[in-house]
C-alpha cells in the first residue's frame, strides 16, 4: 500500500494519497496540484481517481485542474445539488476500487449536507483499515455545523452527532481516522495537534464526544460562528471552477511607483520585528502561520497584491504566492524588492508600529480603548482589561468603525502576532493605535506577579 499526507501551510489543509499496484487516489487536492503529479511520478504511479469529501470553503480545490493533467476521475457527493460543473456523482454505499483496495463512501451529513467520508478496505478483507473523514471528525474537535444558517443549526448538528455514531463508530475503534484538517483551521475550533487518530481515540477522547446523549450533543456543540468573508468566493470555486494555477519559478520584481500607479496591496511578511522597525506606510502585516486564514479577510480577494519578503528571499516569495492563490487571490503581482532601502532613498516617510509594555498598559489610568481581537469564546470578564471593545480579526474590515477617533486604541491578541496586523490594517485607514507587547500572556502574568 502506498499512503502519504499532503499538508498546505497555513490553511491547516490535509490531502492524501493512497494506492495499491500502479493505481493511486487523491483525496480533496488542494489547488496547485503540482505535489500531486510529482508523487505519482516518483512512486511510479498513476492518478486514476480523485474523491472529494465534501465542498470545501476555506480553501479552493484542485480536482479539476488535477484530472485535466491526469485524466483521472474526479468522484463528488450525490447527496446534495450544489450545480457543480463536473464530477462523476457518488452515494452512501458506493465502492470504487483502486488496484486491490477497496473504497467505500460513507454519506456523514453534519458538516454539510452532502458530506462523504471514505473507508478504506484491504482485499478479501471485511473490516475497514483506514477512514478520511473530511470535516466531520478532527482531532480532538469536529467540523462546524453552522453554514446553513442559525435556522438549520439544531438539524445539521444532529445530523453530524448521527454520521458519527451509526456511520464512524461502526467501522471499528482500530480504524485508522484521518481528517481534512488539523490544528490552526477556521472549520474547527479546537483541533488538536496530533499526526493521527483512530476512531476508537477520538470516541474516547475527543471533548466535543463526551456527552450522554444526542440532545446533549446538540445542545453543547451547535453554535454559530464566525464566518470568514472569503469563504463565499471559495464556494464558488468548488462548485463552479477556478482558473488553473501556473508554477512560476518566481515573480517580477516591482517598483513601488507600479505598485501605486496599480493599486497594488502590499502584504509585509517580515518578521514582526522588522515590522515594528520601519514599513512603508500602508502595507498589511502578516505572519507566515497567519497569512492564510486572515489575507482575504483584511481585503478582497479580488484585490491586486504584492509582497514584501526578507531578504528578498525567492523561495519564500513563492510559498506565500502558492498560499494567496489557494484562498482564491487571482492577481498576485510580485514583489518589492528592497523596499524599505528604496523607500527611504526616495526620502519617503517611514511607517512604524507603537507598541506598548505589559506594565505600561496595566499602569494606566486613562479613558483609553482596548481592542480585543480574540474570539469572544477566548474572554473572561476576569481578564486585567478596561474599556475592552471586541472585534475578532475575521471581521475587522467590517467593523473597525466601531472605534473611536478621539481616544488611545491599544490592539491586543494572544501573543502580539494578530494585534500587529490588526493595528498594521487599521492605520491604512487612518486610525491610529498601538500594540501590547506580549499579547495577553504577557498582560495576564504581569497582572498576577
Known amino acids: 500500500m502506498f499512503f502519504k499526507k499532503i499538508e498546505s501551510e497555513g490553511l491547516a489543509?490535509?490531502?492524501?494519497?493512497?494506492?495499491?499496484?500502479?493505481e493511486l487516489a487523491v483525496i480533496d487536492p488542494r489547488r496547485d496540484v503540482?505535489?500531486?503529479?510529482?508523487?505519482?511520478?516518483?512512486?511510479?504511479?498513476?492518478?486514476?481517481?480523485?474523491l472529494e469529501t465534501h465542498r470545501n470553503e476555506d480553501y479552493t480545490i484542485g480536482s479539476i485542474e488535477l484530472a485535466d493533467k491526469t485524466g483521472a476521475t474526479v468522484y463528488i457527493s450525490g447527496h446534495e445539488d450544489l450545480g457543480y460543473v463536473y464530477g462523476n456523482k457518488i452515494h452512501d454505499g458506493d465502492e470504487i476500487t483502486v488496484s486491490s483496495l477497496k473504497i467505500k463512501a460513507l454519506h456523514t451529513p453534519g458538516h454539510t449536507l452532502g458530506h462523504l467520508a471514505y473507508a478504506v478496505y484491504e482485499a478479501d478483507r471485511d473490516q475497514a483499515y483506514m477512514v478520511f473523514t473530511g470535516d466531520c471528525l478532527f482531532m480532538g474537535d469536529l467540523g462546524r455545523t453552522d453554514f446553513y444558517g442559525e435556522d438549520n443549526l439544531e438539524k445539521m448538528t444532529g445530523l453530524l452527532y448521527d454520521s458519527i455514531v451509526e456511520k464512524l463508530y461502526p467501522l471499528g475503534d482500530h480504524v485508522l481516522a484521518y481528517p481534512a484538517h488539523g490544528f490552526g483551521s477556521p472549520c474547527?475550533?479546537?483541533?488538536?495537534?496530533r499526526p493521527y487518530t483512530t476512531i476508537g481515540y477520538e470516541r474516547l477522547f475527543n471533548p466535543e464526544l463526551q456527552v450522554a446523549s444526542k440532545e446533549e450533543f446538540i445542545e453543547s456543540f451547535g453554535r454559530m460562528r464566525i464566518k470568514p468573508r472569503y469563504f463565499e468566493v471559495m464556494e464558488v470555486n468548488n462548485v463552479k471552477g477556478a482558473p488553473f494555477v501556473d508554477h512560476p519559478t518566481s515573480l517580477p520584481a516591482l517598483t513601488m511607483e507600479q505598485i501605486e500607479q496599480?493599486?497594488?496591496?502590499?502584504?509585509?511578511?517580515?518578521a514582526k520585528e522588522a515590522f515594528f522597525g520601519g514599513h512603508i506606510p500602508d502595507s498589511l502585516f502578516l505572519s507566515r502561520r497567519n497569512f492564510s486564514n486572515f489575507a482575504a479577510n483584511l481585503i478582497d480577494?479580488?484585490?491586486p497584491i504584492a509582497f514584501i519578503v526578507p531578504d528578498d528571499s525567492v523561495s519564500i516569495l513563492m510559498d506565500f504566492y502558492f498560499m494567496a492563490r489557494r484562498i482564491g487571490f487571482e492577481q498576485v503581482e510580485g514583489y518589492v524588492p528592497d523596499a524599505l532601502n528604496v523607500w527611504q532613498i526616495q526620502g519617503r516617510p517611514v511607517a512604524k508600529v507603537a507598541t506598548i509594555t505589559a506594565e505600561d498598559y496595566l499602569s494606566l489610568d486613562d479613558d483609553s480603548v482596548l481592542l480585543d481581537i480574540r474570539k469572544p469564546a477566548?474572554?473572561?470578564d476576569d481578564d486585567p482589561v478596561r474599556n475592552r471593545i471586541n472585534i475578532p480579526l475575521e471581521e475587522i474590515y467590517k467593523d473597525y468603525d466601531q472605534l473611536p477617533r478621539d481616544k488611545d486604541i491599544y490592539t491586543l491578541c494572544a501573543s502580539?502576532?494578530?494585534?500587529?496586523?490588526?493595528?498594521?490594517?487599521?492605520?491604512?485607514k487612518g486610525i491610529a493605535s498601538a500594540v501590547?507587547?506580549?499579547?495577553?500572556?504577557?498582560l495576564q502574568k504581569k497582572s498576577q506577579e
Open 34 to 50: 503540482q505535489v500531486y503529479i510529482d508523487t505519482a511520478s516518483e512512486a511510479g504511479m498513476s492518478i486514476t481517481t480523485i
Open 416 to 428: 502580539g502576532d494578530r494585534a500587529t496586523t490588526a493595528s498594521s490594517f487599521l492605520r491604512s
Open 378 to 380: 477566548n474572554l473572561s
Open 13 to 22: 489543509h490535509f490531502s492524501y494519497m493512497i494506492g495499491d499496484g500502479s
Open 436 to 442: 501590547i507587547e506580549g499579547g495577553f500572556q504577557a
Open 188 to 193: 474547527g475550533a479546537s483541533v488538536e495537534d
Open 301 to 303: 480577494v479580488t484585490t
Open 262 to 270: 496599480q493599486n497594488i496591496q502590499l502584504f509585509d511578511v517580515r
